[in-house]
């Protein structure tokens, strides 16, 4: 599973780099230049391509219109992607203002929050109550939700929206929840990353 996850994350490195060599001007692409560009071998680049049969020519590399279709497909960014917001405070308003998800293919289409106060149904990107939130999954066919909800919360909304037909989940609540069985759950913590940074910013100024 970790080196599943570890391959996809890669794929999105490489997409992003196609994007930037075809606004150079590039057509073709081999795998040393991915490699180069993700901080990988080539011979990674190409056994990451091989799990999904994307194939390439040795001499010729690979067309770079032709590969990001092949990489936009296998990450689902070959359609529309909607998602929602459970949580309407710093992080989840945050998320929801942030214009960088529509150009790669994902649509918040709603907040939803418990507070009255922060409930605004006829907003371009409305905050609905989070009573409402099952009949607008179901109604949308929304999978994909992003808690970003206090912690004495995250596990009983993330039971809810579970029950309520979601299959995946990015936590922003700083603490690692049970999924249910059927439900993938990617947990981000903020502080534990910022903690991480500070140790190794002080070890290597150690160092010096």
Known sequence: MITAKNCIIRLSRYKNALYRLQTLGFVKVFSDNLADAVGVTAAVVRKDFSVFGISG??????QIEILLEKINSILGKDRLQKVIVIGAGHIGSALMRYRGFE????????????????INRYNALPILPLEEVKDF??????KIA???VPDIAAQEVLDLVCSCGIKGIL???PLRLISPEGCIVNNVNLEIELENLIYFVNVAEKTK
């Open 171 to 173: 936590n922003f609540a």
């Open 103 to 118: 150009k790669e293919g994902i649509k918040i289409a709603a907040g939803f929050d418990i507070d009255p106060a922060k």
């Open 137 to 142: 999954i179901k109604s949308q066919g929304i």
């Open 146 to 148: 992003i808690l970003a």
């Open 57 to 62: 020519n040795k001499k010729g590399g690979y």
